[in-house]
């Protein structure tokens, strides 16, 4: 137990649909963190949130959308995806953007069909 | 630009043997330096990190790494493996800015 939440675990969507990844971070920590894990592929920066607001967007395509109405809460919506978004989807968290050791969920898998 | 290299791919090591993963960093300063290991279907945990002071730290499972400014290299060990130790290892740097980049990872497999 990490003290970062990720739902849901695992998710299948066709590439029409739209879903919602959701994490949730109980360590009192001000800054969030989207990652993209995929095979054979080193850990990517998707998107940054600090104090709620976005900080970084790592030339991420617009069908990935983050939101953070909260320094707790962090969601990324997923719209008309590709085959190729499938992945692990790592939430992380930490007390400040600079410098600090990142706490990471456990993932959400997603498959694109 | 940081870049993070983890030269070995997969290792196979027997239990109850030593380890020792490899990584190697590319940045000017001292670097914030880190080891985080992914079991299958998990997110990453953090097993230790390098901020500043003693060069040899410590951390969880029994894990140990050395930072060595001279050769740019933050080495994982741990001196018997477990079965349970089976995982992919992440080594990973964050530099002045807050961005953290991480090696392509390591498989270890461990046989009984």
């Known amino acids: 137990e990490t003290g970062v939440t990720q739902t849901p675990r695992h998710l299948v969507m066709g590439m029409t649909n739209k879903k919602s990844l959701k994490c949730e971070q109980h360590?009192?920590?001000?800054?969030m963190y989207w990652y993209k894990q995929s095979a054979k592929k080193p850990l990517e920066l998707m998107f940054v949130y600090n104090f709620k607001e976005q900080t970084e967007n790592n030339s991420v395509p617009s069908r990935f959308s983050p939101e953070c109405p909260n320094s707790s809460h962090l969601f990324l919506h997923l719209h008309t995806l590709q085959p190729e978004d499938s992945a692990l989807y790592l939430c992380?968290?930490?007390?400040?953007?600079?410098?600090?050791?990142?706490?990471f969920g456990e993932g959400s898998w997603l498959t694109v069909v | 630009a940081q870049s993070v290299t983890q030269p070995d791919i997969h290792i196979t090591v027997s239990e109850g043997a030593s380890l020792e993963l490899r990584c190697n960093y590319s940045y000017g300063a001292t670097p914030y330096l880190f080891w985080y290991v992914q079991s299958p279907g998990q997110g990453l945990q953090l097993l230790l990190k390098?901020?500043?002071?003693?060069?040899l730290v410590q951390g969880i499972k029994g894990f140990e790494a050395e930072f060595k400014r001279s050769q740019s290299s933050f080495n994982l060990r741990k001196p018997s493996v477990h079965w349970s130790d089976a995982a992919e290892y992440f080594c990973a740097v964050v530099d002045n800015d807050y961005k953290l980049s991480f090696g392509a990872g390591t498989t270890v497999t461990v046989r009984a």
């Open positions: 390098y901020f500043s002071g003693d060069t």
């Open positions: 360590l009192g920590h001000n800054a």
């Open positions: 992380a968290s930490s007390p400040e953007i600079s410098g600090n050791t990142i706490y």
